[in-house]
């Protein structure tokens, strides 16, 4: 069967010992926040339909784009299309977690990385290093 019939009949799944998540054929590994609920209700653990042809083919592309090993990924498309809610339900329903950032033309890179922020209740001038969230995401995987 071709991709293309593939596309609007993608229904994820789990397989091999709940090791490996998505639709045939492609799979992801499983992360470390699969819980056994997620396990016994694997045949709709997204909160949104994947019936629609639309959402089934997005998964499967996106499925099929993270076949390729320790590539970043990007998404495009106009604000409200589901980019964010398609990734967040598939981290979801694989067991992973999800870090989302958004960019701005106002974002620095202190927004990003980190910066020294006042400690809260320590004496003036007290500072401490506090990640920021892409740095935490890089360090906790």
């Not at 998540?21 to 926040?33: D, K, R």
């Not at 020294?116 to 003036?124: F, H, I, R, S, W």
Request: one cysteine or more; charged letters at 20%.
């Amino acid at each position: 069967m071709s991709l293309n019939l593939r596309l609007g009949q993608c229904i994820p799944e789990l397989r091999d010992s709940n090791r490996l998540y998505g639709c045939e054929p492609f799979f992801i590994e499983t992360g470390p926040e699969i819980s056994h609920d997620k396990i016994i209700c694997s045949q709709a653990p997204l909160t949104f339909s994947l019936n629609a042809a639309t959402p089934a083919s997005n998964l499967c592309r996106l499925l099929r784009a993270l076949q390729l090993p320790k590539r970043a990924l990007l998404l495009e498309g106009s604000p409200g299309v589901g980019k964010t809610s398609l990734v967040s339900a598939l981290a979801r329903a694989a067991g992973h977690r999800v870090v989302r950032i958004n960019l701005s033309e106002a974002t620095e890179a202190s927004d990003l990385f980190g910066c020294d922020l006042p400690v809260e209740g320590a004496g003036c001038g007290t500072f401490t290093w506090r990640d920021g969230p892409l740095l935490q995401a890089l360090r906790h995987g």
